[in-house]
T-cell receptor
C-alpha cells in the first residue's frame, strides 16, 4: 500500500507571496491532518480534515487554510508569507481519527523556505 | 504552553544497552499516547502507542510505560541498535478531539558502537 505523499518536497518563496501544498493520504484513509515543524517547537498541529470538513484547528492565524477533496486528498494554503513561516510542513493520514484510527501516518513533508 | 514535554533534547547510548526516553504531560484530558521516530528528511514514523487504561505496552524491542498519577511516560528500547539513532517524539491526544495530536519537542537518540 502506498504511503502518504506530499508535493512539492521543497519550495522557496518570497515574503508576501502565497503557497499551496498538496497531500495524498494512504488509500482508504479519510482523515488528513497538517503539522508545522520548526526547530525547537516540535510539531505544531495546524488543522484536520475529515470527509471534506475541517474537524479540528490549531492556534494558527487565518493566513493558514486548507481543504479536502472528495478523494481525501488535501491541500494547505498559506497567504501573505512571512519569514517565520519557513518550516517543514507535514501531512498525516489516519483511517478515521477515531477509535480505530488513532495512529497517524506521516508523509515526508514539504520544506518551505521564505526569503 | 507546552503540554507535552521532553526535557532531554539528546541522549547517547551504547549499542546493546537500554535506551530510555522520557516524556511528561500536563493535560489530564490526554488519554492516548504515541511515540514516533523521525529520520532526517523523512516524516515521523509511528512506533508504539498506549491507552490510558493500560500502564504498559510492548512491541518487540520497544516498550512504553505510562504512569498516569505522575503524568509521565517512557519509551524503553532494548537492546539499542545503531539504526535506532533518530529523533523520537512523544505525542498525546484526547480521544474526544478527533485527530489532534500534541507533540513534544523531541529527543535525539544516538546509539554508538
Amino acid at each position: 500500500k502506498a504511503g502518504v505523499t506530499q508535493t512539492p518536497r521543497y519550495l522557496i518563496k518570497t515574503r508576501g507571496q502565497q503557497v499551496t501544498l498538496s497531500c495524498s493520504p494512504i488509500s482508504g484513509h479519510r482523515s488528513v491532518s497538517w503539522y508545522q515543524q520548526t526547530p525547537g517547537q516540535g510539531l505544531q498541529f495546524l488543522f484536520e480534515y475529515f470527509s471534506e470538513t475541517q474537524r479540528n484547528k490549531g492556534n494558527f492565524p487565518g493566513r493558514f487554510s486548507g481543504r479536502q477533496f472528495s478523494n481525501s486528498r488535501s491541500e494547505m494554503n498559506v497567504s501573505t508569507l512571512e519569514l517565520g513561516d519557513s518550516a517543514l510542513y507535514l501531512c498525516a493520514s489516519s483511517l478515521t481519527g477515531s477509535y480505530d484510527g488513532y495512529e497517524q501516518y506521516f508523509g515526508p513533508g514539504t520544506r518551505l523556505t521564505v526569503t | 504552553d507546552q503540554q507535552v514535554k521532553q526535557n532531554s533534547p539528546s541522549l547517547s547510548v551504547q549499542e546493546g544497552r537500554i535506551s530510555i526516553l522520557n516524556c511528561d504531560y500536563t493535560n489530564s484530558m490526554f488519554d492516548y499516547f504515541l511515540w514516533y521516530k523521525k529520520y532526517p528528511a523523512e516524516g515521523p514514523t509511528f512506533l508504539i502507542s498506549i491507552s490510558s487504561i493500560k500502564d504498559k505496552n510492548e512491541d518487540g524491542r520497544f516498550t512504553v510505560f505510562l504512569n498516569k498519577s505522575a503524568k509521565h511516560l517512557s519509551l524503553h528500547i532494548v537492546p539499542s541498535q545503531p539504526g535506532d539513532s533518530a529523533v523520537y517524539f512523544c505525542a498525546a491526544k484526547n480521544t474526544g478531539t478527533a485527530s489532534k495530536l500534541t507533540f513534544g519537542t523531541g529527543t535525539r537518540l544516538q546509539v554508538t558502537l
